[in-house]
C-alpha cells in the first residue's frame, strides 16, 4: 500500500506492505536513528511521535500511520530543541541506544508532567540499562523546565 | 565527602551525535550488495544432527545459499573457535550441545527472507540425555558434554577431572581453614544460589563482514575487544592476523556480553565463503537465548568468628554452570576472576576458594560486569550477617572488627598501603541516616505510600575490589586537517565516557581546549595490541598512555604523528571498597519487597567526569538491584524460558530505589591520574544488602536470588522455616499434592 505521511515535517510517500511496521519504514528510508530493540513494545528504544503520541513503532504498522504527522529523534533538535540541549548538558546518556526513545518520549510529556515521580512514571516504557536513570530523569526535568519557561517568559 | 554531583564543563564527546539519532551503530551499517545471514539454530539441549534438509529455504526467492559446518570445513578446515579454551565449532557438527546452538546459516538477499527460509529448514535430531544441572554434571556418572574435553586447544582440564569440568580455580588452604574453624566460637555454613542473567544491553549483537582483495576481510559489529577478536577469528580461519581487520563502531550497552561470541567469526567465514559482504543481525529473543548468559551459581560459604565477633576463617566452594561450551571466557583460567578475588575485603586467618564451572547442554556462560564477584558476594555477605546473629553481634560491627585499615596485610598476603573499610562502611551507615528530606528514603517512582502493615528491614554488605595496575594499550596523536588535534584509539565506546575522559585528559595535558581536540576509535590494523573494554582497566590503562601520549607529542615538536604503546604497568595496586545499605518493605501477606532506598559509599581518589562516574554507581547499583529481584533468564530443561524483555524484567524508571551515593574522597589511586577503577563496584554488593534487609525485616533467609514475592512468601510461611524459599514452596506444593492425591483416593484431608 502507499503510505502518505508528514516525516519530521517533510512530505513521506513510501509503498509499504500491509505487514511493516512502521520502524522497518522509517530505517527502510535511511532515518536509523530510531533503534530496533526488544520487537515486543516494551523497552522503548523505538518510540517516534504519531500525531504528538508516543508510539512503539516495531509494534505499529506503517499503513497505520498513513496520513499521520510523524517525528522521529532526527527531527528533535527542529521540534524539541529544549530537549535535545537538556539531555546533552545533563549528560542523560551513556551508550546512546536507548537515547532516542527517551528524548521523543519527553518530546511527548505535556506539562501535567511536573516533578520527579511523574517523570518516572511518564518514562517507565524506556528502558536504560546504563546509568541508572538519575541522569534522564533530571534531563527530562529539566526540558519540562525550559519547556515551560518557554511557554511562559518571567 | 559529598553528597552533590557538579556538572561537568564540557558535554561527552558523543552526546550530540547520541540525541539527534545520527550516530552509527552496527545495525546501521549495511554494505551495497551485503547478503543477509539467519541462523537455524537448535531446540533442542542435547542431541545428534542426523540430517539438515534444506530444500524448502533453498526453494525461496531471494535465498542464494544455506551453509553447514560441512560447507565451512571444507574451506577452512576444522579449527574449533574460542578465546582461550577453543572448544565451540562455528556451526555444530554432528551434535548440538545447547538449544540455541547454530547447525546452518541461510543467506538471502533481505533479512525478512532469510529468516523466514530459517524456519523452513528441517533439523532430524536423535535426542540425547541433556545435562543441566551443574552439580549432578561434575559426579560420577553424568553423561559427558564432550567426549575429551582436556584435548581442546587451550583446555585448562586434564584426564584427572571429572569430564564435564570446563575449569577449576583454588585459592587459599583448605587445611588451615578446617583447623581454624575448628577453634572458632561460631561458625555458620550455609549455600546460596543465583540464576542466569542477560547482560541486558538493548542494542542486539550484530555483525557485518566484507571479502577484502587477497583472501582478508574486515568485520565489523558489536565487539567490545576488537584485537581479541580478530585474534580468534584469524586463528578458526587458518587466517593470518594481518587478514583480518576489526573496524570501528559504538557499542550500544556491553557489560561483559559483547566480548566473545562466536557469531562475528562465523559472519567473517560466511562473507569469505560467498565472496560477498554478509550481515549478521540477531533478534533480541535471540541474543538472550543464543549468546553468552552470566554462570548460575551453587556457592557454599563456611564462615567463622571468635567469641567477640572477629573474623577467623572463610572457606567459599563454588559450582557454576557454564553451559556447553568454555569458549565465551577470556581470562587464562578460563574462570571467573571475582570469585579469585572474593576473600579480599577482611582480615582473616586462613581462607579457601574453590570455583569449579561445569559443562552442561545449556547457553554457553560468559561475563557479565565484575563476573563471578555478585554471585560470590551475595553469599559470603549474606552468610556474614548469619554468623553475626550466631554470635550476638550486630552485622555492622561483625564487619567493622574485620575490614582492612592501611598497612593491613589481606587473605591472600598482599599489604595495602591503604584500604579504607571501616571510613567507608561508616560513610553509608551515616549517610543512609541523615537522608536530606523524607522522601529520599522511599523509591522514586512510588504512587502510594507503603502500607502500615509491611515490615520494614535495613541491610548492609561490603565489597573490596582492587584497581590493577595500567594494561597496555596503544594510542596515536595527529594534526586533524581543520587545525584540530586527532587522538585516535583502539577500542569502541561502549558507553562509559571513555572516549571523553581520552579528550579530556589529553587537553589538559597539552593545555589545548577540548573543544580542539576529535577522538576517533580506529581500526585494528592502525595501532598496536590493546585488550579492550573490559575489567575496569579502561579509565586506568587510558590516562596513563595519554601521559605519556602528551609528553612524546612535545619532546617530537607538537606537529608529527605520534604513536604510544604501553606495556603492562608496575604501578602499586589501588583498593577501593564499596559499602551499601538497603532499605526495604515487605508485604507479609503476599511476600512483595519493595526496595526502598539503597545508599553507596564508594571509595574514590580522583574523579574525572563527575556525572559520568556517578552514572557508573547509580547504573551499577540498579543493576544490583535488577540481580537481587527481578532478573532470571529461567534456563529450564534446556531451554530459556525468559527469552525477551518483557519476561526478564529490567528495572525500569519508576521501579528504583532512591538511590543515594557517598564518594568517600582522598584516597590513593593508580597511574597519573590518580584513579580508582568504578564500573564493576556498585552491583556487586547490592543483592545481599537486599538479602539482608529482607531477612531483618522478615525473620527469615532468603538464599536464592531473585527475591520474589513467591520465594518471600514461602519463606515466610513455609513449613521449613525458610531454608530456602523454592525448598518450602517445593515442600508445600508437594503436601497439598498428596493431599489432593489422597482426595483423589477417598482419603479424608488434613483436619
Known amino acids: 500500500m502507499k503510505m502518505h505521511a508528514r516525516v519530521n515535517g517533510s512530505p513521506f510517500v513510501a509503498e509499504v506492505p500491509a505487514t511493516s511496521s512502521l520502524l522497518e519504514v522509517l530505517r527502510g528510508a535511511g532515518l536509523t536513528g530510531t533503534k530496533e530493540g526488544c520487537r515486543i513494545g516494551v523497552c522503548g528504544v523505538c518510540t517516534v511521535l504519531v500525531d504528538n503520541r508516543p508510539v512503539s513503532s516495531c509494534l505499529y504498522l506503517a499503513g497505520c500511520a498513513d496520513g499521520a504527522d510523524i517525528w522521529t529523534v532526527e527531527g528533535m533538535a527542529e521540534h524539541a530543541p529544549s530537549v535535545v540541549d537538556a539531555f546533552v548538558e545533563c549528560e542523560g546518556m551513556q551508550c546512546g541506544i536507548c537515547t532516542p526513545g527517551q528524548i521523543v518520549a519527553v518530546a511527548s510529556m505535556g506539562p501535567d508532567v511536573r516533578d520527579e515521580r511523574d517523570v518516572r512514571h511518564y518514562l517507565s516504557g524506556n528502558l536504560c540499562r546504563c546509568t541508572g536513570y538519575g541522569t534522564i530523569v533530571e534531563a527530562a526535568l529539566d526540558a519540562q523546565a525550559r519547556r515551560r519557561d518557554e511557554v511562559a517568559p518571567a | ?751
Open chain 2, 1 to 751: 565527602m559529598t553528597l552533590a554531583w557538579p556538572r561537568v564543563a564540557g558535554p561527552r564527546v558523543d552526546a550530540r551525535d547520541k540525541a539527534t539519532g545520527a550516530t552509527r551503530y552496527s545495525a546501521d551499517v549495511e554494505p551495497e550488495g551485503a547478503l543477509h545471514a539467519a541462523v537455524v539454530r537448535s531446540t533442542v539441549p542435547h542431541a545428534e544432527v542426523l540430517a539438515v534438509d534444506a530444500s524448502a529455504a533453498l526453494a525461496i526467492r531471494g535465498v542464494t545459499a544455506v551453509v553447514t559446518a560441512q560447507d565451512l570445513e571444507r574451506r577452512f578446515g576444522d579449527e574449533l573457535c574460542g578465546r582461550r579454551v577453543r572448544d565451540m565449532p562455528l556451526l555444530a557438527r554432528d551434535k548440538v550441545r545447547f538449544s540455541g546452538e547454530g547447525i546452518a546459516v541461510v543467506l538471502a538477499t533481505t533479512r525478512q527472507v532469510a529468516e523466514d527460509a530459517a524456519a523452513l529448514v528441517v533439523v532430524e535430531y536423535r535426542e540425547l540425555t541433556p545435562v543441566l544441572d551443574a552439580l549432578a554434571a561434575l559426579g560420577p556418572g553424568s553423561p559427558r558434554v564432550h567426549e575429551a574435553p582436556w584435548r581442546y586447544d587451550g583446555a585448562v582440564v586434564d584426564q584427572s577431572h571429572p569430564p564435564n569440568l570446563q575449569s577449576e580455580l583454588v585459592e587459599g588452604d583448605p587445611v588451615a581453614v578446617d583447623e581454624v574453624l575448628g577453634r572458632a566460637a561460631h561458625v555458620v555454613t550455609r549455600t546460596y544460589r543465583t540464576p542466569s542473567g542477560h547482560q541486558g544491553y538493548l542494542e542486539p549483537q550484530c555483525w557485518t563482514a566484507s571479502p577484502r582483495p587477497g583472501g582478508r576481510v574486515a568485520l565489523l559489529g558489536t565487539v567490545k575487544a576488537p584485537y581479541r577478536l580478530r585474534e580468534q577469528t584469524a586463528k578458526t580461519l587458518g587466517l593470518a592476523l594481518e587478514a583480518v581487520e576489526i573496524d570501528p563502531v559504538p557499542l550500544g550497552g556491553d557489560f561483559g556480553g559483547k566480548g566473545g561470541v562466536v557469531d562475528p567469526t562465523l559472519c567473517a567465514a560466511l562473507a569469505l565463503w560467498a565472496n560477498r559482504p554478509v550481515r549478521l543481525a540477531l533478534r533480541a529473543g535471540e541474543d538472550m537465548s543464543a549468546t553468552d548468559a552470566r554462570h548460575p551459581s551453587v556457592v557454599e560459604v563456611s564462615v567463622g568468628c571468635d567469641a567477640d565477633g572477629a573474623l577467623l576463617a572463610l572457606r567459599v566452594d563454588a559450582v557454576f554452570d557454564g553451559g556447553a561450551y568454555a569458549a565465551v571466557k577470556p581470562i587464562p583460567s578460563a574462570n571467573l576472576h571475582g570469585m579469585a578475588e572474593c576473600a579480599l575485603g577482611y582480615r582473616l586467618e586462613a581462607f579457601s576458594v574453590r570455583s569449579a564451572i561445569a559443562y552442561t547442554t545449556t547457553l554457553p556462560k560468559g561475563h557479565m560486569r565484575a563476573p563471578g564477584a555478585p554471585q560470590a558476594a551475595f553469599a559470603i555477605e549474606s552468610a556474614l550477617d548469619e554468623l553475626a546473629s550466631a554470635a550476638g553481634v550486630s552485622p555492622v560491627e561483625l564487619r567493622r572488627r574485620s575490614v582492612l585499615s592501611g598497612g593491613d596485610r589481606d587473605a591472600y598476603g598482599h599489604v595495602w598501603d591503604e584500604a579504607r573499610g571501616a571510613e567507608t562502611l561508616d560513610a553509608a551507615l551515616e549517610a543512609a541516616d541523615a537522608a536530606p528530606r523524607p522522601e529520599d528514603r522511599e523509591r522514586p517512582g512510588r504512587r502510594r505510600p507503603v502500607p502500615s502493615g509491611w515490615r520494614r528491614g535495613r541491610g548492609v554488605a561490603l565489597y573490596a575490589r582492587p584497581t590493577a595496575p595500567p594494561a597496555t594499550t596503544s594510542l596515536r596523536l595527529a594534526p586533524g586537517d581543520d587545525g584540530r588535534l586527532v587522538v585516535e584509539l583502539p577500542f569502541p565506546e561502549t558507553g562509559t565516557g571513555s572516549h571523553s575522559v581520552v579528550r579530556d585528559e589529553l587537553a589538559a595535558a597539552l593545555g589545548v581546549d577540548p573543544e580542539n581536540v576529535e577522538v576517533r576509535q580506529v581500526s585494528t590494523g592502525l595501532l598496536p595490541y590493546d585488550p579492550g573494554v573490559g575489567a575496569s582497566r579502561v579509565t586506568v590503562g587510558l590516562t596513563a598512555a595519554v601521559h605519556q601520549l602528551a609528553s612524546r607529542w612535545w619532546e617530537s615538536g607538537g606537529t608529527e604523528a605520534v604513536t604510544v604503546e604501553t606495556g603492562s604497568g608496575t604501578d602499586r595496586p589501588a583498593l577501593s571498597y564499596c559499602a551499601q545499605v538497603a532499605d526495604v518493605a515487605v508485604d507479609p501477606e503476599t511476600g512483595q519487597v519493595l526496595v526502598s532506598s539503597v545508599v553507596t559509599a564508594a571509595d574514590v581518589a580522583s574523579v574525572l567526569r563527575p556525572r559520568s562516574h556517578r552514572m557508573q554507581i547509580d547504573g551499577g547499583t540498579v543493576m544490583g538491584y535488577g540481580f537481587a529481584c527481578l532478573e532470571d533468564l529461567l534456563e529450564r530443561d534446556g531451554q530459556v524460558w525468559a527469552p525477551n524483555l518483557a519476561e526478564l524484567r529490567l528495572p525500569t524508571a519508576a521501579d528504583v530505589p532512591s538511590l543515594r551515593t557517598v564518594l568517600v574522597e582522598g584516597g590513593r589511586g593508580v597511574g597519573p591520574a590518580n584513579v580508582k577503577a568504578v564500573g564493576e563496584l556498585t552491583n556487586v554488593p547490592t543483592a545481599a544488602a537486599i538479602a539482608n534487609a529482607v531477612a531483618e525485616a522478615t525473620g527469615r533467609r532468603v538464599r536464592q536470588l531473585p527475591l520474589t514475592a513467591e520465594r518471600v512468601f514461602w519463606a515466610l510461611h513455609g513449613e521449613t522455616g525458610g531454608e530456602t524459599g523454592d525448598e518450602a514452596r517445593d515442600e508445600a506444593r508437594g503436601e497439598a499434592r498428596n493431599v489432593a492425591r489422597g482426595v483423589a483416593r477417598g482419603e479424608e484431608g488434613p483436619a
